[in-house]
């Protein structure tokens, strides 16, 4: 028997990551089965069940191998950053030209957003996409914190309402283009309606908190 080395396990282990984004893709993820994305792969069933035994621990994997624009608020939590609003700014225009500029961003949005049912609070991906939410949204309000602290945001600003109108608007905007791809530009309106939403923070009575009386 020939013995698999590292590096025959990890180019096993992206054929069927590859082969999962194309069928998740195709089929929709409630559709997909994993002898289905075995078949694609051009593998054995064993071969999938040896790396993933559920397919939830695949489409876990297929996202995590993604740098998803988003991500990169993680990387902004630190609150001594010099210019929170401007590095927000690049990251959400990012998001929204990151799917038209890269086909591999393009198919996993389009996976998330249109091809993938949740069948219940119990489903594996519904709870990770539950957990994945609840971080950004966290995230986005210590952003707009720091801001606050950097006089660069009003001192009453909202920080949760303000941190739930970016995420609503950069997923609707998403989702949106990705269904009417030939009449949304990204490229023409994405730093437009980033701007007017950073305006809409600095100067709406609607996102300050309410005086107390």
């Given at each position: 028997m020939?013995?698999?080395?590292k590096e025959d396990v990890l180019i096993t282990r992206n054929k069927l990551l590859d082969a999962?984004?194309?069928?998740?893709?195709?089929?929709?993820?409630?559709?997909?089965?994993l002898e289905d994305i075995a078949q694609r792969a051009g593998l054995t069933r064993g071969a999938i069940?040896?790396?993933?035994k559920h397919k939830s621990n695949?489409?876990?994997?297929?996202?995590?191998?993604?740098?998803?624009?988003?991500?990169e608020l993680k990387k902004m939590s630190d609150r001594s950053k010099i210019n929170p609003i401007l590095r927000l700014r690049k990251i959400l225009v990012g998001c929204l030209l990151g799917v038209t500029r890269d086909p591999q961003l393009n198919r996993v949005f389009s996976i998330l957003f249109l091809k993938c049912e949740y069948m219940g609070e119990?489903?594996?991906?519904?709870?990770?996409a539950k957990i994945s939410t609840s971080e950004i949204l966290e995230q986005l309000q210590q952003i707009l914190i720091s801001a606050i602290e950097k006089k660069q945001l009003p001192e009453r600003l909202d920080t949760?309402?303000?941190?739930?109108?970016?995420?609503t608007f950069v997923c609707g905007f998403v989702r949106d283009m990705l269904i009417l791809p030939d009449t949304i530009d990204a490229e023409k309106h994405a730093r437009k309606l980033i701007d007017g939403c950073i305006d809409m923070l600095r100067y709406s009575r609607a996102m300050r908190k309410s005086r107390s009386i």
């Open positions: 020939v013995r698999r080395t999962a984004e194309l069928v998740f893709f195709e089929k929709g993820v409630s559709h997909t089965t069940y040896w790396h993933f695949l489409f876990d994997a297929m996202l995590e191998r993604v740098q998803l624009p988003i991500d119990t489903d594996p991906m519904f709870l990770r949760w309402r303000s941190a739930l109108m970016l995420h």
